[in-house]
């Protein structure tokens, strides 16, 4: 059984920083590209940023650039995002992604596994 679990979110003040872990278990995680995205309430979920299985490729949607970073450690099974500079536009649920397919910014339909999510809440 595939396990995406995310950890590391909570409540920041505007400008500070947060960093996103997302722990797989039951799936072979080299042969997936990561990906985060996030969600607020009333909106579809969004693309925020993306990974290839041995770090060649980063995507990153365009309000992020420069602020988050994504990374992976394979030996750990694990993604991060570390997230920099945050401002109160960044509030909302941020899910963990996997996808088996090509290298590419994910799209909401391509991840064939998601985690719960986990809340940001960045105050101003």
């Known amino acids: 059984q595939v396990q995406l679990v995310e950890s590391g979110g909570g409540l920041v003040q505007a400008g500070g920083s947060l960093r996103l872990s997302c722990a797989a278990s039951?799936?072979?995680?080299?042969?997936?590209?990561m990906g985060w995205f996030r969600q607020v309430p009333g909106k579809e979920r969004a693309f925020v940023a993306s990974i290839s299985p041995y770090s060649s490729t980063t995507y990153y949607e365009e309000t992020v650039k420069g602020r988050f970073t994504i990374s992976r450690v394979n030996a750990k099974n694990t993604v991060y995002l570390q997230m920099n500079n945050l401002k109160p536009e960044d509030t909302a649920i941020y899910y963990c992604?996997?996808?088996?397919?090509?290298?590419?910014?994910?799209?909401?339909?391509?991840?064939?596994?998601w985690g719960q999510g986990t809340q940001v809440t960045v105050s101003s």
């Open positions: 039951g799936l072979t995680f080299s042969l997936y590209n």
């Open positions: 992604a996997a996808d088996r397919g090509p290298v590419r910014p994910m799209s909401n339909g391509a991840p064939d596994y």
